[in-house]
């Protein structure tokens, strides 16, 4: 900690630094000075998205993430088609994802079921390959080295790249939802949503429950995102890096279905992962989910200071 | 003199407790093109990535255009054009998203300018054409040119170059060698690492050699190549009389190697060495026949070969 204390001021230098750091390049550059927009900074974040974003690995991902609600879709409609109902008439549908039941009544069920189907495997993988690769992955490259001495600045480098992870969290959970709204609409019919509750509420009022629950899904992958990010300035391999995440993530969600370990299951990031079915009730329920939230929050805390105690004081040899 | 690059004791010990870099006192003069020599391992790299601010150093300081680096490494490196290590490239993006991939990681880089400097830099290395294609379809060449474009993006004070022409062809190495020397005519300190001594001598006004972690010397090129005396060679069908007589003649370390004879031009007294043509006079005088004479220009090689006692073989 105390190297990364000694490199801050200036070697990572968050935002508040700009200030000085555009006065100290007046006053060290003479001839080489140039005037510095506050504004600029945020081009290695739009910079970081786009090179994300345009990379077919990510593109890939985010396909095979909106085919699983196509796949679920197609699957119920070919079961139903003579006319019976989901899980061959057991009383829950059988032991599938939530709400698979009520998919042929309401195609908007398709989304929520679709997240529930995701949110446990899918959607924390991909988020560990771009979460792990994030740090790790420039490294391997070399192209690190040259972010560095551009100079990206350590915490700048370090805050864009979890932006952009961030904005893949949603990206990630969009492409179910949009994906399984559209196939909803297309094979099922749309109308009134029956809450868990046993009341009624439009369809709009549906719709805006179903983004509502989205957002936090999404969200549910805050801490995911920080744990992913610190284990890739842990090693300059990003493949080393994209596996130990997803590996923490598989081993986590097992732990979490081990009831001698329910002592600690209350701490695992996943824990509340599937409350946002909370919110289909009338009136909502939120204590899991702000839970959920807060505890995403903390892992943000944690995982984001290790992630920039170790970077800022790293010797990038790679 | 103003220093562009000023290092004091400057240390790096691995955690493997291996000395990579042994309190090294460097000091690059503004507008100089600086030659930083070395065998393969023996800290030049480590040393270059404590001045980029990419490596801490373990005791010493090490001072860029005047400040303390790592600490001032945002006010002092967009002013800094790096090649380290060889070129690292995105290879699912072409060449010139690449490069404003790299501008836009710079705070200090206009937006606005942007497309137009990375254009300009592209045309300096002659990558306009190949602009468009992606940088995992490039040449070991090509991705060196890139990097390079990477380094032009901005007006530079100080140009750090590892090793610039590894991977091109002699052409290629000519249009470095002329960019190198046309930047230095702008004003633009370069400081080059290389393990061609041949470039070195080609380009730079300064040199420093490094061995095992340790600098041996610095100073002006022609210094340093003065610094050993060049060697008589004759080449005659009487090699074993030409031998007796030039050491008579105050000759040392006379070697004989078929129907040539070498030998160092001694130092006679307070510092002139012997004049070659009184010995050849000698030689004719004691009746040896003598084909060719002359003597051979010490070169930075030879420099190199005394300092550091070696080739370039790779230090343990």
């Given at each position: 900690m105390s190297r990364a204390e000694v490199l801050e001021p200036g070697g990572g230098g968050g935002d508040p630094a700009d200030g000085r750091r555009g006065a100290g390049a007046g006053a060290g550059a003479g001839a080489?000075?140039?005037?510095?927009?506050?504004l600029w900074t945020f081009g290695l974040f739009r910079s970081e998205l786009t090179t994300t974003f345009r990379r077919w690995r990510t593109l890939a991902l985010l396909g095979v993430l909106a085919a699983v609600p196509v796949?679920?879709?197609?699957?119920?409609?070919?079961?139903?088609?003579?006319?019976g109902s989901v899980?061959?008439?057991?009383?829950?549908?059988?032991?599938?994802?939530?709400?698979?039941?009520?998919i042929t009544n309401n195609g908007l069920f398709l989304v929520f079921a679709a997240l529930a189907a995701t949110l446990p495997v899918f959607l924390p993988m991909a988020v560990g390959v771009i979460a792990g690769d994030a740090v790790a992955g420039e490294a391997n490259g070399g192209t690190l080295r040259y972010l560095l001495v551009a100079p990206a600045g350590r915490t700048r480098l370090l805050l864009a790249k979890y932006a952009a992870t961030l904005v893949f969290c949603l990206a990630a959970t969009l492409a179910v939802a949009v994906s399984a709204l559209i196939v909803g609409a297309l094979l099922f019919p749309l109308g009134d949503v029956t809450t868990i509750s046993g009341t009624t509420?439009?369809?709009?009022?549906?719709?805006?429950?179903?983004?509502?629950?989205?957002?936090?899904?999404?969200?549910?992958?805050?801490?995911?995102?920080?744990?992913?990010?610190?284990?890739?300035?842990?090693?300059?391999?990003?493949?080393?890096?994209?596996?130990?995440?997803?590996?923490?993530?598989?081993?986590?969600?097992?732990?979490?279905?081990i009831p001698q370990l329910h002592g600690i299951?209350?701490?695992?990031?996943?824990?509340?992962?599937?409350?946002?079915?909370?919110?289909?009730?009338?009136?909502?329920?939120?204590?899991?989910?702000?839970?959920?939230?807060?505890?995403?929050?903390?892992?943000?805390?944690v995982f984001g200071s290790a992630a920039w105690a170790r970077f800022t004081a790293k010797d990038i040899s790679a | 003199m103003t220093v562009v690059i000023e290092t004091r004791g400057l240390t790096k010990r691995y955690r493997g407790g291996q000395l990579a870099v042994d309190r090294l006192d460097l000091a690059v003069p503004a507008g100089?093109?600086?030659?930083?020599?070395?065998?393969?391992?023996?800290?030049?790299?480590?040393?270059?990535?404590?001045?980029?601010?990419?490596?801490?150093?373990?005791?010493?300081?090490?001072?860029?255009?005047?400040?303390?680096?790592?600490r001032a490494a945002r006010a002092v490196l967009p002013q800094v054009g790096a090649l380290i290590e060889g070129p690292a490239l995105y290879g699912y993006l072409n060449g010139r998203d690449n490069l404003l991939r790299y501008d836009s990681a710079d705070p200090t880089a206009d937006p606005r300018t942007r497309r137009a400097r990375v254009a300009e830099a592209l045309e300096r290395v002659g990558l306009t054409a190949a602009g468009g294609k992606k940088a995992k379809a490039y040449s070991l060449g090509m991705k060196q040119r890139l990097g390079l474009a990477a380094a032009l993006l901005q007006p530079r004070r100080l140009l750090v170059l590892d090793e610039p022409t590894n991977g091109l062809d002699p052409q290629g190495m000519r249009e470095i060698r002329a960019l190198v020397r046309e930047l230095a005519g702008e004003g633009t300190t370069v400081f080059l690492s290389?393990?061609?001594?041949?470039?070195?001598?080609?380009?730079?006004?300064?040199?420093?050699?490094?061995?095992?972690?340790?600098?041996?010397?610095?100073?002006?090129?022609?210094?340093?190549?003065?610094?050993?005396r060049g060697r008589l060679a004759v080449t005659t069908p009487d090699p074993a009389d030409a031998a007796r007589v030039l050491k008579e003649l105050g000759v040392t370390d006379v070697t004989v190697a078929g129907d040539r004879v070498s030998g160092e031009l001694a130092v006679s007294g307070e510092g002139e060495p012997a004049d070659p043509a009184e010995l050849n006079a000698g030689l004719v005088r004691a009746g040896v026949r003598v084909r060719a004479f002359g003597v051979e220009r010490a070169s930075l090689e030879d420099a190199f070969v005394a300092l550091t006692g070696e080739g370039f073989d790779v230090a343990g």
């Open positions: 080489g000075t140039r005037p510095v927009s506050p796949l679920i879709g197609i699957a119920i409609k070919i079961e139903t088609s003579d006319g899980g061959g008439g057991g009383p829950e549908g059988g032991g599938g994802p939530a709400f698979l039941t009520q509420i439009s369809f709009g009022d549906g719709l805006v429950r179903a983004v509502l629950i989205a957002l936090v899904v999404a969200a549910s992958l805050i801490g995911l995102a920080a744990l992913g990010l610190f284990v890739s300035t842990l090693t300059n391999s990003g493949i080393a890096a994209m596996a130990t995440t997803v590996g923490l993530v598989i081993t986590v969600q097992i732990l979490d279905t299951h209350p701490y695992l990031f996943p824990h509340y992962w599937l409350s946002f079915a909370d919110l289909l009730r009338e009136p909502f329920y939120w204590d899991d989910v702000l839970r959920n939230l807060g505890l995403q929050g903390v892992y943000a805390a | 100089s093109v600086f030659g930083f020599l070395g065998p393969n391992g023996s800290g030049k790299t480590t040393t270059i990535r404590m001045l980029m601010g990419l490596i801490e150093p373990t005791a010493g300081t090490a001072a860029v255009l005047g400040r303390t680096m790592p290389s393990h061609l001594l041949d470039e070195i001598e080609q380009v730079c006004t300064h040199a420093a050699v490094m061995a095992r972690g340790r600098l041996l010397t610095q100073g002006t090129v022609a210094e340093l190549a003065a610094g050993t």
